[in-house]
């Protein structure tokens, strides 16, 4: 089992910057694959990016590449996503999920509760 927390979300205007963290609880953190989703008012939860477990190997979705990074710090048992240029359309609940291994689709075996991040205009 794994527990999943998010923090850093929040108001921020059009070209600002967040920084998401997600710590983790539970059963051994650097053992698994670390993915960030989205999910705005009605529409689908969807992939933002994703890190390998010994943060060796990362994917983004194009509307995010160049602009957010992801990264790990296993003795934290924490995974960041740095977000930069932020844009209107970045607006969505954030969440972060663990898996065994690398997945685009939000087939994550574990989640957290999600972060609300507002980008203004």
């Keep these: 089992q794994v527990q999943l927390v998010e923090s850093g979300g929040g108001l921020v ?36 990016a994703v890190i390998s477990w010994n943060g060796g190997s990362t994917s983004y979705d194009d509307s995010v590449k160049g ?3 992801i990264s790990r ?4 048992s924490t995974v960041y996503l740095q977000m930069n240029s932020l844009k209107p359309e970045d607006t969505a609940v954030y969440y972060c999920a663990a898996n065994a291994r690398i997945e685009v689709t939000p087939s994550y075996r574990y989640w957290g509760q999600g972060t609300q991040v507002t980008v203004s205009s």
């Design 73 to 76: 710090d296993n003795a934290k």
């Design 13 to 48: 205007q059009a070209g600002g910057s967040l920084r998401l963290s997600c710590a983790a609880s539970g059963r051994t953190f650097s053992s698994y694959a670390m993915g960030w989703f989205r999910q705005a008012p009605g529409k689908e939860r969807e992939f933002v």
């Design 67 to 69: 602009r957010f990074t």
